[in-house]
């Protein structure tokens, strides 16, 4: 792209949007010019024109208000990498006496009447398809990330428009970017303990900025740890989504709220299943460990017994079921973190260097979910863990595994785990 065509770009954007045009729109909102315009080299044009576009109208349309509420691989990629990103996603402003046309990237808003389908285990009373579309552009990242398998580079472009401006998770008007999820000031109030340890308000941002531009704590990364971190930290933003609700329904005890966790805890309906998202994660972890029935039922469970809570205004139920929530969310993650520290291992012993060292960041993003919680009540478990997944892959050991092995058990209570969560050494055999 030329300097002209992009000087035209921002000078009629300037124009139609005020001071600083689009750049300074995006700037006021938290999302990342610089990361855009870095790229652009390598952008075709259309996506670059495209993707400033895009961000624009979400920027316009979200405001600085938080959500909006409308009346491996996640384990399982499905099918092909994405379609094109190069539809339009701009939204066209409302009226009062002209009716409102959709642009292509657009999906008629439900009726909010119509209450989302229920999975078998919980039903929501409200429409939170809007929150169920979250997974849908989790795997459209997901499988752009996965063309480093075929020996293609990372095409950080098209996964950032995703991740920045939404494709899926939008209807009518509304749309849910994860990446402005990542970035509100919310983030601060909600999830303290992170932002503390991380040292970073935009602690759920950061790994996956870093891996997309391939800088920071990612730099020295090849294509298929980016891949992972990528992959993993948007998994990590999916949880924090999800357990936000659950949080904010304890003081309001509004069942509404549960109906969004589970939303976005358990993705879209595809044929009758939920492939998509954090259920998908932890049904595979199950599987892994031969514990069928151990975390995603359980958590589907705890979620309806809250919902039921908050409708009934019964504090004490909600706090014993959203305990039973939160529980299930680290068991997952427990798992995940457990899990590849024998893959890592296994793979080295191999000889399989590279696959170890691809292994031990997938290990390590999986852990971030609960590092916080771990580091709080033992550090030198936390140290345990990171030293292992950091280290030379070429050197792992049966002694290192084991070690962060046991630095998380120790942290068993903290994370709410229940005696049969823990792994030990023999699971590995």
């Not at 609700?245 to 069942?255: F, T």
Request: proline share 7%.
């Amino acid at each position: 792209m030329t300097n002209k065509v992009i000087g035209d770009l921002t000078g009629s954007l300037a124009t139609s949007t005020g001071s600083g045009g689009y750049k300074g729109i995006i700037r006021n909102h938290g999302l990342s010019f610089a990361g855009i315009t870095s790229l652009r080299s390598a952008w075709p044009r259309r996506l670059y024109l495209i993707a400033a576009g895009a961000l624009v109208s979400v920027v316009a349309l979200a405001g600085c208000q938080p959500e909006q509420r409308p009346a491996g691989s996640v384990e399982k990629i499905g099918g092909n990498a994405s379609q094109s990103v190069s539809q339009s996603v701009s939204a066209p402003p409302k009226s009062s006496t002209t009716p409102v046309t959709l642009s292509p990237g657009q999906v008629a808003a439900p009726d909010p009447s119509i209450p989302s389908k229920p999975d078998g285990i919980y039903t929501p009373n409200t429409n939170r398809e809007i929150y169920q579309r979250i997974s849908a552009d989790y795997q459209e990242i997901a499988a752009l990330t996965n063309q480093v398998n075929e020996g293609k580079p990372l095409p950080a472009a098209d996964i950032l428009i995703i991740y920045e401006a939404a494709k899926n998770a939008r209807m009518g008007t509304a749309s849910k970017p994860m990446r402005l999820f990542a970035r509100e000031a919310a983030r601060s109030q909600e999830f303290p303990d992170a932002v503390a340890f991380y040292k970073s308000a935009t602690f759920l941002d950061d790994p996956i900025m870093a891996a997309i531009n391939g800088t920071g704590m990612a730099k020295d990364y090849s294509p298929a740890q980016r891949r992972q971190a990528i992959q993993k930290g948007v998994i990590n933003i999916i949880y924090h989504w999800s357990r936000r609700y659950i949080q904010q329904a304890a003081d309001s005890l509004n069942p509404g709220l549960v109906d969004e966790a589970w939303a976005i805890y358990m993705g879209g309906n595809v044929d009758g299943k939920y492939p998509n998202s954090l259920s998908a994660v932890a049904v595979s972890r199950e599987t892994n460990f031969n514990r069928p029935g151990s975390i995603d039922v359980p958590l589907r469970q705890a979620m309806s017994r809250a919902q039921k809570a908050a409708a009934d205004k019964d504090a004490t139920a909600y706090q014993a079921a959203a305990k039973d929530v939160y529980s299930r969310y680290h068991a997952m993650f427990y798992l995940s973190a457990a899990r590849y520290l024998n893959e890592a291992l296994k793979s080295a012993k191999d000889g399989k260097i590279e696959n170890a060292s691809v292994q031990m960041i997938e290990g390590l993003s999986y852990y971030r979910p609960i590092q916080p919680q771990v580091a709080k009540v033992d550090p030198q478990a936390d140290k345990a863990v990171v030293d292992f997944y950091q280290s030379d892959p070429a050197k792992l050991t049966v002694e290192a595994r084991d070690r962060a092995l046991a630095g998380l058990n120790r942290a068993a209570d903290a994370l709410l785990l229940k005696p049969t969560d823990l792994v030990t050494p023999a699971d590995f055999k």
